[in-house]
């Protein structure tokens, strides 16, 4: 088998506002997405027979059944890997429908990011459990040397891909430029109205130098998304422009880690997005370039051009140079990140990047892709591939 | 077989036994960054960051001393020193290797 062959569709999506101080629980966020989602599907509660979240969520499942009021759960599962698991939930959930293990699934992340008891980009010190956290006991090699933050950890891969394929800051701000242009028309974007030039960009202050400043910084937010999953029968009788999930896929390899990810012989390439590329389009024989509109987990900016080389979008290193030719643009030869990415719109930890995904197979995004078909959703070593029919 | 960072297992062999070996505190800078935001109290910034790829075949995340910014070339030459840390501790650091072989 390769892939889901379109048997499993995202029939709802829901969300939040998108903010930095929700002023209410995640819990409580989670509800009024998964609510939104199912209102959108046409579904209720009591259709839902499975769930389908991340290991670092901190929405626990029976809070959601008996919040929501869920009856009877047959399928739950969590993803490992942080953000990059985020496009796993639809690998879970598309899984459980093949099966016949859920009928209907709720994949849901709820996130306060800013106002939470931790900023979510902020120092960690304490030594990472393996599960609860976006972490890896690896973590712990990195604190005595003030290696704290996400930024920190992504940093050290960064320095070495610009390295060796002599990509500068200014190649990699071409790409904000071209996701905040999305994000300024947005008005669900934390960018919304706010342009951004490559000046702008340049004159930001460096986070880690010499490879993240400010702008490359995706925004710590708190919010919640929600996706509904069924089979393609059970989508025909929905009010809803169903996204078919034609492939779904993971890579979790022998060689990295989570976020302290610095173990991998070659750090100058995304492994992890060199084997999910294979599993999504090799071995389903769906070509690069039937794809109309990417979404691409961009917790900084460098990982979006790793993971465009990764996913063979472009050859290594050829990245600087695909963006420079206005690709990820309006009109371009890969439209990305319609809604600003997690850089402009927000980060609810890559769950919206699915919802614009969806929005544009429907037709209804705020910066339309022409006619759109299939859209890649991808976290470096999770994805999928949506189609409208 | 040397692993790092250190788990259970060996998961060339499977085996449980272990021994730590010292190592020459030899080898070349594979990356770096100079860590601005945000900050913690106990370090002083910016932190310089790095990792090292060691001559016997292993990589550590560690810190640089004892050279300017400028001065940074990933692929240098770097030996170990250690810097005391909180309570009676020490921690492996890296300089530029004063006698470069």
């Known amino acids: ?389 | 077989m040397l692993r790092h960072p250190p788990r259970p297992m060996c998961p060339h062999c499977q085996s449980l036994d272990y021994e730590a070996v010292q190592l020459s505190g030899r080898g070349t800078l594979y990356s770096y960054a100079l860590l601005h935001h945000p900050r913690h109290p106990a370090f002083d910034y910016p932190v310089v960051a790095a990792l090292v790829d060691l001559d016997e075949g292993v990589r550590v995340v560690s810190n640089l001393v004892d050279v300017e910014p400028g001065e940074i070339r990933i692929g240098m030459p770097l030996e170990v020193t250690f810097e005391p840390t909180a309570g009676d501790g020490s921690v492996p650091v890296f300089r530029p290797a004063r006698d470069a072989a």
């Open chain 1, 1 to 389: 088998m390769s892939g889901f062959g379109g048997r499993a569709a995202i029939v709802g999506v829901g969300a939040t506002e998108f903010s930095r101080q929700a002023g209410r629980t995640e819990l409580q966020l989670a509800c009024e997405a998964i609510r939104d989602a199912l209102g959108d599907a046409g579904l209720t509660a009591t259709d839902v027979d499975g769930i389908v979240s991340y290991t670092v969520d901190p929405v626990e499942e029976t809070e959601l059944v008996r919040s929501v009021g869920f009856q009877e759960i047959g399928f739950s599962s969590r993803v490992p890997y942080g953000g990059g698991g985020s496009m796993g939930t639809l690998l879970h959930a598309a899984a459980a429908i093949a099966s016949g293990a859920a009928e209907v699934v709720v994949a849901y992340r709820a996130i306060r990011a800013r106002s939470g008891a931790t900023r979510f980009g902020g120092a960690k010190t304490a030594a990472s459990p393996t599960s609860g956290h976006s972490g890896t006991t690896a973590m712990q090699w990195c604190m005595p040397y003030g290696v704290l933050t996400p930024a920190s950890w992504m940093a050290l891969n960064a320095t070495r891909y610009m390295h060796t394929y002599g990509v500068t800051s200014a190649d990699i701000g071409r790409a904000v430029v071209q996701l905040r242009a999305y994000a300024e028309t947005n008005p669900a974007a934390w960018g919304y109205r706010r342009p951004m030039t490559l000046e702008d960009h340049q004159a930001s202050r460096w986070i880690a130098e010499p490879c993240i400043r400010l702008f490359d910084c995706c925004q710590e937010t708190d919010g919640s998304v929600a996706l509904v999953i069924t089979s393609r029968e059970r989508a025909a009788d929905l009010p809803s422009q169903p996204a078919f999930i034609a492939v779904a896929a993971g890579a979790g390899l022998f060689g990295q880690e989570i976020a302290s990810d610095h173990y991998s012989r070659d750090l100058a390439v995304m492994e992890g997005s060199v084997a999910l590329g294979r599993r999504l389009f090799d071995r389903t024989g769906i070509g690069r370039d039937e794809i109309d509109a990417a979404m691409i987990y961009d917790a900084f900016s460098p990982i979006l051009l790793m993971q465009l080389e990764g996913l063979g979008f472009c050859g290594l290193g050829e990245a600087k140079d695909f963006i420079a030719a206005g690709s990820l643009a309006p009109g371009g030869a890969l439209p990305t990140n319609t809604n600003g990415g997690l850089i402009g719109e927000g980060y609810i930890h890559g769950l919206n990047l699915v919802l614009e995904a969806v929005r544009q197979l429907r037709g209804t995004a705020v910066n339309q892709v022409a006619d759109p078909r299939q859209i890649l959703v991808s976290a470096s070593r999770t994805g999928a591939i949506l189609t409208r029919d």
